[in-house]
């Protein structure tokens, strides 16, 4: 069978294998280093296959995605600032009128 990057994926799990890895646990200073072994693991098989650079391709791709949706959240922020700005002028402007006329009627 072959997984999404094209690498062969016959290995069969049994019980003596998944009993045998939870022996080896490290115990040191609270850091477990299995997940990082399992990463590294993960990243030689991704670089053995032959769409290797198609999945670096698609990352690429997803961080791009990411970052162009943390500008437009951001340009939709700096817009309801400035709308908020333009509001708070057109009433500070008001009541700039509304003073001038209290001012100019009492006289």
Do not use: W
């Not at 200073?29 to 590294?40: H, M, Q, S, V, Y």
């Not at 943390?70 to 509304?98: I, P, S």
């Amino acid at each position: 069978m072959l997984n999404i990057f094209g690498a062969s994926t016959n290995k069969s799990l049994n019980t003596a294998d998944l009993a045998h890895s939870s022996e080896k646990k490290y115990g040191g200073n609270g850091f477990d280093p299995t997940g990082l072994e399992r990463a590294a693991k993960a990243a030689q098989e991704i670089e053995k296959s032959t769409h290797a650079g198609l999945a670096f391709d698609v990352f690429q791709q997803r961080e791009l995605t990411k970052q162009l949706e943390h500008g437009v959240q951001q340009a939709a922020y700096e817009m309801r600032t400035r709308h908020y700005e333009l509001g708070r002028v057109k009433d500070e402007g008001v009541e700039a009128r509304q003073t001038l006329v209290a001012c100019l009627s009492a006289y």
